[in-house]
């Protein structure tokens, strides 16, 4: 006769195995829509990031040149030595 423990695995590896392709059906769905979203929505941040890049890169060779300019402001002052 066979034991509970044979019956409850028999059951459990009968309900993975008849819900995998049904998982992977809910998979493939799920990242159909996600490519789906992801052209629609977030295409414009992606495509922004490269002018954003440019823009932090300008501004902070702005601000080193700004700040080099008031060192030699302050080191040609004689109140700095």
Do not use: T
Not at 11 to 29: D, E, K, Q, R, T
Not at 60 to 66: S, V
Request: proline content about 5%; overall charge positive; some cysteine.
């Amino acid at each position: 006769m066979r034991d509970f423990s044979f019956l409850f695995r028999l059951a459990c590896g009968g309900w993975y195995g008849l819900s995998l392709p049904v998982a992977g059906m809910m998979a493939i769905i799920y990242l159909r829509e996600l490519r789906r979203l992801a052209g629609a929505c977030m295409m414009p941040s992606f495509c922004s990031v490269p002018g954003a890049a440019r823009r932090l890169l300008a501004l902070r060779a702005k601000l080193i040149a700004e700040i080099e300019a008031a060192q030699r402001e302050v080191r040609a002052s004689p109140s700095f030595r």
